[in-house]
């Protein structure tokens, strides 16, 4: 048994004894037959191992008081995080049936209901109840809200997430997370994607730039404006755009690499691609710029020139990916059995990278190969980013 389990039945325990005494109270002293027939039906329950007709029991037998109001939100929050989300929402849903609680008390279990109802992904219903209760509980508005905002963002409804964040910030009187600003940016790039998706440029740069309003550093932002600068063949302005990567987040430095070379490249300049890489990398050191600069090198002045810049790098920053590519390109050249020998180095480590992940969530742990701006374990907001070291960037 768990240790979820235990607390789970000394919790009906003590729930089925506060309904008998509780219920002996309120009936001055005189104890229900029936009151105490539920009793010893539920304890026979409990001491049997039986906890779902041990659950029934309790709602029976235990009234619904203000005194008793902490006991039954207990259980059914325990059981909601059990998973048992149909008994937690039976649990509530008696709550809210019964007469005997006050609006604020009433406006609680209606609230731990909605979180149920999220649990047991019913989202429809989850957000007619918080929608509810931002109108008539001001003491739960912004819980309720905050809520509301991850329904929208699950549902992929953008515009009324924003709407419920403004909401959230406009109570003046409770000190607003610099969060918000962040996840307000989040779902005006999500918006400009789907403006994009649409060849609609006006709306997708009019998302961005509110996006960048919300938040200065939004690196998605920054991302996705340059990218559709590029589109539009205005590559200056692209790269412009692009530049300011570093100063918002430079652990996103590798994301602007491809954006970069694709506008020089369309720009005729390689000589300027070089240049601006070798000042990006001088600045914010980076596995994959170094693979850049020795891959433009490659290009115009040869395998060897390349290989002896990425040498130089792993001198300063040894990586596994740099030694992957400078084994590649001295086997090119490589005879005999030395070339023998760098294919088997080669290979051992082609299968040591293949083992590692690229980016990693810094608040979870989550780890992928692919950036996700919002983490599917934790839910959260810009925290994955790409890996650092002799393992990554």
Known sequence: MTVVDLGLYALLFFAVACGFF????????????????HYYRGLNYLLNEQADSAVDKFIETLEVTPDTLETHLALGNMMRRKGEVDRAIKVHQNLIARPGLNTGQLHIAQLELARDFIKAGLLDRAEGLLQELVEMAS????????????IYRDER????AIHA????VGHRWKKVPAKWG??????????AELALAQNDFLSARRYLKQGLAYDKNSVRASLLWGGLECRLSRYNEALKILNRVGAQDSDYIPEIIGLICECYDALGDQVGLVQHLQKILEEFPSNSLVLAV???LGQMEGDLIAAEFIGSELKLRPSIKGLSRLLELHLEHAVGGAKENLSILKQLVDQLLGLRFAYSCHRCGFKGNDLHW???SCKSWSSIKPIRGIEGE
């Open 294 to 296: 020795a891959d433009r």
């Open 22 to 37: 509780l219920g002996r109270r309120y009936s001055r002293g005189q104890e229900s037959p029936a009151r105490s027939q």
């Open 165 to 168: 964040v403004t909401l959230i």
């Open 157 to 160: 409804e953008w515009e009324k």
């Open 139 to 150: 003491a739960l508005k912004v819980t309720c809200l905050e809520l509301l905002v991850d």
């Open 374 to 376: 919002l983490c599917p």
């Open 182 to 191: 962040v996840i307000q940016a989040h779902f005006c790039c999500e918006l």
